[in-house]
């Protein structure tokens, strides 16, 4: 029977090299997961503004109500009606068709500065516009669970989006 050499313990450099390269992964890790779920948090806050800010920020904006007439493949337009003073009614205004509009309702709306483009408003309109944002955050949460292994913050943005988007459809 033979006996082989013992062969010495590995030197303590190189265990703490060993450690120090794991902390950089998961610090590499950490800083990509959390980056890319701030960049889908920021484009679903962008692509919700664009709407949001005429909803949500109605003061000195032309604000009144859309009879629609006409609804086409992407659009519907009717008649609009100002309540807000020193506006003008206008015989056509665009409103973008969702599941929503429909032809023959009334609906509250803001129109666009410098175009004939209305927006609906009230808690329908507001929580309408904020829609990608609640798509956002159930795609970050997924991001943030599986990336960062951070389960109650994903939790919490997961109800957040769920809750949004609920809202939104009921209210619409």
Request: with cysteine; glycine share 10%; hydrophobic share 50%.
């Amino acid at each position: 029977m033979r006996v082989w050499p013992m062969i010495p313990a590995m030197p303590a450099s190189a265990a703490v090299t060993h450690e120090s390269a794991h902390a950089v992964l998961r610090f590499g890790r950490f800083a990509a997961m959390g980056a890319v779920a701030v960049l889908i948090l920021i484009a679903g806050v962008w692509a919700s503004w664009g709407t949001a800010q005429h909803v949500m920020l109605t003061k000195g904006r032309e604000r009144g109500t859309v009879e629609v007439t006409r609804c086409g493949q992407d659009t519907c337009t009717g008649r609009y009606s100002p309540s807000s003073e020193g506006w003008q009614p206008r015989s056509k205004v665009v409103l973008e068709k969702s599941v929503a509009v429909q032809k023959g309702r009334t609906y509250t709306v803001v129109v666009k500065p410098g175009s004939d483009d209305a927006v609906r408003s009230g808690p329908a309109g507001v929580l309408y516009a904020w829609i990608p944002l609640g798509g956002a955050l159930l795609l970050a949460s997924v991001v943030v669970a599986g990336g960062l292994l951070r389960t109650r913050a994903a939790w919490v943005m997961a109800l957040s989006g769920v809750a949004l988007l609920t809202a939104a459809f009921v209210t619409v």
